[in-house]
């Protein structure tokens, strides 16, 4: 009887299970994104007072007149300083750099993870489990750890510079760490395989025969490699690209371990804020900031790639 029942409730109703199944990830990202991202927008307008309360009231009541308590220049701060002239302060150099910072760590795990993913796709079968599991490997052991690993490498006493000095390379040790050298290391190690398997999941499916037909029509290596490989993979670049680039912008625990004073990427500046200086609504408002030059791109492609989908289908 109760089969009986759900069968004809799931007749009634035969995109119920659809809904289900698509309702569950929106409900994932309304919790754990919008409701979060919400709080940190308020959070980022409230004016503290003298009590500190990063919870206080916006939005008042008296005398049946409605007040609104809102203080936008947490994020004018971001752009002017105590009150100057628009340009640039500590908040957009953080940005800039931060930026920079994870254009170049891109740009090297794309250039070292390109050739390992294209040999890895094609490693014979029986040996891409073991290379795959190479580079996973560094996941199962904490990410604290590997970065304080790092520390000890590159020190002015540490393995690299003792090992250089024991081969005559160098005389003496030489400044690595707390250097721009040690963070794109540091960077680009932890984030290598976020760019390597994406790479391998696309060009692992690459139908080989254009490869083999290019090759038939004369075409050399490279130029097979530019006008066939490249271009089928580049939905794994785009893919790779946002993995590492994304999360190098908001980067903390690196710059702090491996940056030297000056290297003050805008992860740690929110740190500061929020935790040194108490300052919840600037550290909010830095934070929506940078959410927003994210999103934006990853806005524009996503309209892009539907574009392009359409157009293809049509």
Same mark, same amino acid.
Request: a positive charge; glycine letters at 6%.
């Given at each position: =009887?109760? +089969?009986?029942?759900?069968?004809?409730?799931?007749?009634?109703?035969?995109?119920?299970?659809?809904?289900? *199944?698509?309702?569950?990830?929106?409900? !994932?990202?309304?919790?754990?994104?919008?409701?979060?991202?919400?709080?940190?927008?308020?959070?980022?307008?409230?004016?503290?007072?003298?009590?500190?309360?990063?919870?206080? @009231?916006?939005?008042?009541?008296?005398?049946? #007149?409605?007040?609104?308590?809102?203080?936008?220049?947490?994020?004018?701060?971001?752009?002017?300083?105590?009150?100057?002239?628009?340009?640039?302060?500590?908040?957009?150099?953080?940005?800039?750099?931060?930026?920079?910072?994870?254009? %170049?760590?891109?740009?090297?795990?794309?250039?070292?993870?390109?050739?390992?993913?294209?040999?890895?796709?094609?490693?014979? =079968?029986?040996?891409? $489990?073991?290379?795959?599991?190479?580079?996973?490997?560094?996941? !199962?052991?904490?990410?604290?750890?590997?970065?304080?690993? !790092?520390?000890?490498?590159?020190?002015? #006493?540490?393995?690299?510079?003792?090992? =250089?000095?024991?081969?005559?390379?160098?005389?003496? $040790?030489?400044?690595?760490?707390?250097?721009?050298?040690? =963070?794109?290391?540091?960077?680009? %190690?932890?984030?290598?395989?976020?760019?390597?398997? $994406?790479?391998?999941? +696309?060009?692992?499916?690459?139908?080989?025969?254009?490869?083999?037909?290019?090759?038939?029509?004369?075409?050399?290596?490279?130029?097979?490699?530019?006008?066939?490989?490249?271009?089928?993979?580049?939905?794994?670049?785009?893919?790779?690209?946002?993995?590492?680039?994304? $999360?190098?912008?908001? @980067?903390?625990?690196?710059?702090?371990?491996?940056?030297?004073?000056? +290297?003050?990427?805008?992860?740690?500046?929110?740190?500061? @804020?929020?935790?040194?200086?108490?300052?919840?609504?600037?550290?909010?408002?830095?934070?929506?900031?940078?959410? *927003?030059?994210?999103?934006?791109?990853?806005? !524009?492609?996503?309209?892009?790639?539907?574009?392009?989908?359409?157009?293809?289908?049509?």
């Amino acid at each position: =009887m109760k +089969n009986l029942t759900f069968h004809n409730f799931f007749s009634k109703n035969p995109n119920f299970g659809k809904k289900v *199944v698509i309702s569950i990830p929106f409900i !994932w990202l309304i919790l754990f994104f919008a409701i979060p991202f919400l709080i940190m927008i308020r959070i980022s307008v409230t004016d503290m007072g003298e009590h500190l309360n990063p919870f206080a @009231e916006i939005i008042s009541l008296r005398n049946n #007149q409605i007040s609104f308590n809102i203080k936008i220049e947490n994020f004018i701060s971001i752009f002017r300083e105590d009150g100057s002239t628009w340009g640039k302060t500590i908040y957009l150099e953080a940005y800039l750099l931060s930026l920079k910072y994870a254009f %170049y760590t891109t740009l090297i795990t794309l250039i070292i993870g390109y050739p390992f993913a294209y040999f890895l796709a094609r490693s014979n =079968m029986r040996l891409r $489990p073991i290379l795959l599991l190479m580079v996973m490997l560094p996941f !199962w052991t904490s990410f604290l750890l590997r970065v304080y690993a !790092w520390k000890g490498i590159l020190a002015d #006493q540490g393995v690299l510079n003792n090992l =250089m000095i024991s081969l005559g390379l160098i005389s003496e $040790p030489l400044q690595i760490l707390y250097t721009d050298v040690s =963070m794109l290391i540091g960077m680009s %190690y932890v984030y290598l395989p976020f760019m390597i398997l $994406p790479l391998y999941a +696309n060009l692992v499916k690459m139908d080989l025969n254009l490869i083999e037909a290019s090759k038939d029509l004369g075409a050399s290596a490279w130029k097979t490699f530019w006008l066939i490989t490249v271009p089928l993979s580049k939905s794994g670049i785009i893919a790779g690209i946002m993995l590492v680039f994304i $999360p190098c912008v908001g @980067e903390f625990v690196i710059p702090s371990l491996l940056g030297g004073a000056e +290297n003050i990427m805008i992860g740690r500046v929110v740190w500061d @804020e929020m935790f040194s200086s108490n300052n919840w609504p600037r550290a909010s408002a830095l934070s929506i900031v940078i959410i *927003v030059v994210v999103i934006f791109p990853l806005a !524009w492609y996503n309209q892009r790639t539907t574009q392009s989908f359409n157009q293809e289908n049509t």
